[in-house]
């Protein structure tokens, strides 16, 4: 079974411009959730979606983070523009639908070098 | 609010020792508990999780975790330590209705 797959794994950028990052979750899984994982830090959750509609995005910066999941699969999380502050590993996780037990499946993430 | 605290940075255990890696959380109402292992430059990978009935939940790699209600704890345990065990792990609590919380984690060495 293929796991979750993000693109770019790198990228830096300079403060003030622009990045999107990619996810295709596992084939079948509703649920998909982006985290943002800073140096020295567990995972916070930024979004969550159930199939193409948002469940959860209390914690994510509205001012400059954006995310869609059009046709409820493969989802991008955008930041525009970005800071310092964002330079951090996003990962992007699935699971099937229902219970809030079920498990969550990781992918590798992208690391974000703001400078 | 929900919370779960990881008070070890770090933990250091020769090979073949049993290891302990400790969680302790804060929620309302019966938690979902989870432990997720991190290797360099991968993301995280379950391990095991508590959802209820047994307090001793086995998962991959020979790991086991102990649910204790009364401490509030879900420590991970393993007999015999590897030297490929070191790595980061992660705690993780979610309530039924809310999100799921990540601990800061902890790294483990195992020493040859």
């Known amino acids: 079974e293929a796991g979750v797959a993000q693109s770019p794994r790198y990228k830096i950028i300079e403060k003030r411009q622009s990045v999107a990052f990619w996810c295709n979750p596992i084939?079948?899984?509703?649920?998909l959730y982006w985290y943002q994982q800073i140096l020295g830090q567990g995972p916070k959750l930024l979004i969550q979606?159930?199939?193409?509609?948002?469940?959860?995005d209390s914690q994510l910066p509205k001012d400059r983070f954006s995310a869609e999941r059009l046709k409820g699969v493969d989802s991008t999380l955008k930041i525009q523009p970005a800071k310092l502050e964002d330079s951090a590993v996003y990962l992007c996780?699935?699971?099937?639908?229902?219970?809030?037990?079920?498990?969550?499946?990781f992918g590798p993430g992208t690391r974000l070098t703001v400078l | 609010a929900q919370s779960v605290a990881q008070p070890e940075d770090q933990v250091n255990v020769a090979e073949g020792n049993p290891l302990t890696v400790k969680c302790t959380y804060s929620?309302?109402?019966?938690?979902?508990l989870f432990w997720y292992v991190q290797y360099p430059n991968r993301g995280l990978q379950f391990l095991l999780k508590?959802?209820?009935?047994?307090?001793l939940v086995k998962g991959s790699y020979g790991f086991e975790a102990e649910f204790n209600k009364s401490q509030t704890s879900f420590h991970l345990k393993k007999p015999s330590a590897l030297v490929s065990d070191s790595a980061l792990y992660f705690c993780?609590?979610?309530?039924?209705?809310?999100?799921?919380?990540f601990g800061k984690g902890t790294r483990l060495h195992i020493l040859p």
């Open positions: 996780a699935s699971s099937f639908a229902g219970p809030p037990a079920n498990t969550q499946y």
């Open positions: 084939s079948g899984h509703a649920t």
């Open positions: 979606f159930q199939n193409n509609g948002v469940v959860d």
């Open positions: 929620v309302s109402g019966n938690p979902y």
């Open positions: 508590y959802i209820t009935g047994d307090n």
């Open positions: 993780a609590v979610r309530a039924r209705d809310d999100k799921i919380i």
